[in-house]
């Protein structure tokens, strides 16, 4: 069995690096042809990609994210970690990590997703 739970603070400040993590149980990370994908839901808005990471470590980011977001490995704890930094209140957001089986996965053929956790960005 897949599973995949998500952890991390659920309020962050702006300014700071907003850091989650989503651990894999059942499931090699480094699988072919595993892509771990993280992506955001805006309250009252529709899913946004963030970036996702291959089995293999390569990284890919939608235009809005590339500048603040990395994704990564931890293949040690079987964990995929999401860092974005110099946050704002435009962050509040539900995050989800979900695997997917190729680069070119939509939303719909995401197979796994984490159970989600609500950050919410305030002073």
């Known amino acids: 069995q897949v599973q995949l739970r998500q952890s991390g603070p659920g309020l962050v400040k702006p300014s700071q690096t907003l850091s989650l993590t989503c651990t894999v149980s059942?499931?090699?990370?480094?699988?072919?042809?595993?892509?771990w994908n993280w992506v955001r839901q805006p309250p009252g808005k529709g899913m946004e990609w963030i970036g996702r990471?291959?089995?293999?470590?390569?990284?890919a980011y939608s235009p809005s994210f590339k500048s603040r977001a990395s994704i990564s490995l931890d293949t040690s704890r079987n964990r995929i970690t999401l860092e974005m930094t110099a946050v704002t209140p435009e962050d509040t957001a539900v995050y989800y990590c979900?695997?997917?089986?190729?680069?070119?996965?939509?939303?719909?053929?995401?197979?796994?997703w984490g159970q989600g956790t609500q950050v919410t960005v305030s002073s």
């Open positions: 059942g499931d090699p990370i480094t699988t072919i042809p595993d892509h």
């Open positions: 990471i291959s089995y293999n470590g390569i990284t």
């Open positions: 979900a695997r997917a089986p190729s680069s070119n996965s939509g939303f719909a053929e995401y197979e796994y």
